[in-house]
């Protein structure tokens, strides 16, 4: 059993995060409250780890913000390979298995949304590609990006100097 809490105290205070996964196992997880659904590749890696400063504006247009609802979900991919996540989040719910989506009646109109990515992310490289599409109340919307990185290591980091690394993205 796993939880976690966070909030904003500054301004006007309000939950960020609260949610509970309970671990059945390590390919078999629940996960209930409310918290980003697994739906954009982008948008579940962590600001820190990101190769550009930025996310691109097809993940900040188009993926879920936090949402309070329920996912099953495996923690770690399975064969290193596969992740997947189902989903049930505030009026959008939705299979995704190699494919992320969701659909559902909210209160401004139907909303569906679907995205695929494929990450390849070992040693110095990683490449990534992902395609987001949505339909929120009769208006669509979709696009893609490819990334791809190439991350320089000194063999032993120095506190003012970590790496360095090349990175393009259309």
């Keep these: 059993l796993g939880w976690a809490l966070s909030a904003e105290l500054a301004g006007s205070p309000h939950v960020r995060d609260a949610f509970m996964t309970v671990r059945f196992a390590e390919q078999?997880?629940?996960?209930?409250g409310q918290f980003y659904p697994e739906y954009s590749l982008e948008r579940m890696t962590s600001s820190s780890r990101l190769e550009l400063i930025d996310r691109t504006r097809l993940t900040e247009a188009l993926s879920y913000e936090r949402n309070p609802g329920v996912m099953v979900l495996n923690a770690e991919p399975y064969?290193?390979?596969i992740s997947y996540a189902i989903t049930a989040f505030n009026g959008t719910e939705g299979p995704a298995m190699g494919v992320k989506g969701g659909g559902g009646e909210q209160r401004d109109g139907d909303r569906h949304?679907?995205?695929?990515?494929i990450?390849?992310?070992?040693?110095p490289v990683r490449a990534a590609v992902e395609y987001l599409r949505e339909t929120y109340a009769g208006v669509e919307r979709d696009g893609f990006y490819v990334l791809g990185?190439?991350?320089?290591?000194p063999a032993e980091?120095?506190?003012?100097?970590?790496?360095?690394?090349?990175?393009?993205?259309v």
Aim: zero cysteines; glycine letters at 14%.
């Design 149 to 153: 990185a190439y991350r320089i290591r």
């Design 113 to 117: 949304r679907v995205g695929a990515d």
């Design 157 to 169: 980091p120095a506190p003012h100097f970590r790496g360095a690394g090349l990175t393009a993205r």
């Design 119 to 123: 990450n390849f992310d070992r040693g």
């Design 79 to 81: 064969r290193g390979l």
């Design 28 to 32: 078999f997880q629940v996960r209930v």
